[in-house]
């Protein structure tokens, strides 16, 4: 099953722990969007809260819900695959935008390789 459709099973990752920073829909002054809403399954979820750690484990995932002018515009996620992380970006139907490694997500999340294993939201504990 693809990324989109995996996020979207069961309940969906609206169910799922949000990015401790980033408790509710919080505004972004990012070219993301306008507002944004983060949340992270379960393996990101206990290593956000676990031991020290300089990579987040295989399997994690967390996804982005972005508002343009109050309604979604598009849907970004990261997962982690064989050590990388596959980065995606889809309009709010779900269409795929951008997938794989993006050089465009690379770039801007770059600074954040070494301090959050490249994600912005989240800290690595230490
Ligand atoms: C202009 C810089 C920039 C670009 C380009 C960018 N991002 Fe981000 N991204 C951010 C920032 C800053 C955040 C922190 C949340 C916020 O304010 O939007 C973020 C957050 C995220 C998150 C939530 C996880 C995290 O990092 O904490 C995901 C998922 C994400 N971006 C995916 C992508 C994907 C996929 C692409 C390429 C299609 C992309 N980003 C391109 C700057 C960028």
């Known amino acids: ?21 980033y408790p509710f829909k919080m505004a ?3 070219a993301h969007g306008s507002e944004v809403e983060v949340f992270v399954n379960a393996p990101l ?10 990579a987040w484990p295989e399997g994690s995932i967390i996804v982005k819900d972005i508002y343009s002018r109050r309604s979604l515009s598009h849907v ?3 997962e982690k695959r064989g050590g990388k992380w596959f980065w995606a970006e ?3 139907e779900g269409e795929p935008i951008y997938s794989g490694e993006p050089a465009i997500c ?7 390789q070494k301090t959050g294993d490249w994600l ?4 690595l504990p230490r």
């Open 28 to 30: 972004s002054n990012t």
């Open 90 to 92: 889809f309009d709010a």
């Open 120 to 123: 912005y939201t989240v800290e």
């Open 76 to 78: 970004a996620a990261m």
């Open 106 to 112: 690379l770039d801007c999340h770059r600074p954040r």
């Open 45 to 54: 979820a206990q290593a956000i809260d676990g031991k020290p750690a300089t």
């Open 1 to 21: 099953m693809d990324l989109w459709n995996r996020v979207r099973a069961d309940a969906g990752y609206r169910s799922w722990a949000h990015a401790p920073r």
